[in-house]
């Protein structure tokens, strides 16, 4: 949610036999306001994707910063979207450094990941992340996927890429998430329990969207969230909406109460994506 320009590469790899492998790079450059209180870097370079795939035939291999099997955010891509899953709340990450594998079957798909958990920096300093995510149904065929997932590790908690501890963590958790489609209306739930920074958690939000206008150029969403680490709990409550103006030109607007805080929050999104090559 910074002002920011950037730009997203995809090279894929093809031979006699169709595609063997394609080459991800995403990345922008952010304007932080809170530069002058904080010390942080006025302008910073931010990494999301960065990672080649491989298709070994057992499976999609890939090595690089990209999504890792925990969670909605293992294939949900929301970073240019104001409404977040749990990814985006402490519960594993948008994007994190590693390695990782995934097959499709008929019946849904396997994912394996081995990464730094450290998100969006590249760190070593002992911290490491094992997570794994089983899913049933094809979202484009099936119109829903229901997934159950497992993350364990050391990882450094960080947001963007500032250090929130100094040390990595304990974490070891447990995930399900359910996505449906039907007709205009689109259901999305997560629910995540276990230990992080050695404490018990869990979390759950549930999003609810409602399709607009031809080629479902507008939508409407809700989305509570509630989280409970070590006792200490939170709840937001936000609602959303998105306009796409042109095919390149996409408007957001969300509202979001935070019930800890008892603070209120309005965003509002121009996000232009435009074709250069």
């Known amino acids: ?24 790079l995403q990345m922008r450059v952010a304007y932080n306001e809170a530069y002058r209180t904080t010390g942080e870097e006025e302008f910073q370079v ?8 491989y298709k070994a035939g057992f499976a999609d291999v890939w090595v690089g910063h990209n999504r890792i099997a ?3 955010a293992s294939y949900l891509d929301s970073h240019a979207l104001l409404l977040q899953p749990l990814a985006m709340y402490g519960y594993g990450y948008d994007r994190d450094w590693g390695v990782g594998m995934t097959r499709d079957f008929e019946w849904g798909n396997l994912s394996l990941s081995y990464s730094t958990g450290s998100g969006m920096p590249l760190e070593f300093d002992g911290n490491y992340l094992i997570s794994a995510r089983a899913s049933y149904g094809v979202l ?11 993350t364990y590790g050391k990882p450094i908690d960080t947001i963007g890429y500032e250090k929130i501890m100094p040390d990595p963590t ?3 958790l447990y995930g399900a998430d359910v996505t449906y489609f039907w007709n205009n209306i689109e259901n999305r739930f997560e629910a995540v329990a276990g230990e992080k ?3 018990d958690t869990y979390a759950f939000l549930w999003r609810i969207g409602v399709n607009f206008l031809d080629e479902d150029r507008l939508k409407l969403e809700a989305q509570p969230v509630y989280r409970n680490l ?7 409550i936000s609602g959303g909406a998105t ?6 030109i996409t408007l957001r607007g969300m509202y979001t109460y935070d019930g800890q805080m008892n603070d209120n929050r309005i965003v509002f999104q121009i996000y232009w994506y435009y074709k250069l090559l």
């Open 70 to 72: 925990f969670g909605l």
């Open 46 to 53: 931010q990494i999301y994707n960065a990672f080649f795939k």
């Open 197 to 199: 920074m050695d404490e």
């Open 243 to 248: 306009y796409k103006l042109t095919s390149d």
């Open 230 to 236: 070590g006792g200490d709990w939170n709840y937001e």
């Open 170 to 172: 304990k974490t070891f």
């Open 1 to 24: 949610q910074k002002p920011s320009v950037g730009f997203d590469y995809l090279q894929r790899f093809s031979g006699e036999t169709g595609d063997w492998g394609s080459f991800a």
């Open 140 to 150: 484009s065929r099936d119109n829903y996927n229901i997934g159950v997932s497992s």
